[in-house]
Nanobody
């Protein structure tokens, strides 16, 4: 049974940093493309970042490119999202997702293409 579990969210102040983690179990982690999404109240789920199976290829939404860093540790079956200079508009539930990679450099930005999802971790940024 595939399971993705996010952690690291919380209530922070504007300007703070957070590192979110996504721990995977039930899959051989390395052949999977991984992604981060977020959903704010009343809004649709949006793509944040994705990383290929090896961690050598990444892709970001333009709105977060300067402040967010996605990474993965295949030995630990874990993906990370470093968020710096948090803003109130970053308040959302953050989700990680996984899909089997077609090639070594595959990146997936569309949520509909992901097979597995975590339950989400809440990030709340106060001004």
């Amino acid at each position: 049974q595939v399971q993705l579990v996010e952690s690291g969210g919380g209530l922070v102040q504007a300007g703070d940093s957070l590192r979110l983690s996504c721990a995977a179990s039930g899959i051989t982690f390395s052949p999977y493309v991984m992604g981060w999404f977020r959903q704010a109240p009343g809004k649709e789920r949006e793509f944040i970042a994705a990383i290929n199976w090896s961690g050598g290829v990444t892709n970001y939404a333009n709105s977060v490119k300067a402040r967010f860093t996605i990474s993965r540790d295949n030995a630990r079956n874990t993906m990370y999202l470093q968020i710096n200079s948090l803003k109130p508009e970053d308040t959302a539930v953050y989700y990680c997702a996984a899909v089997a990679a077609r090639t070594s450099y595959t990146i997936v930005r569309l949520s509909i293409q992901y097979n597995y999802w975590g339950q989400g971790t809440q990030v709340t940024v106060s001004s």
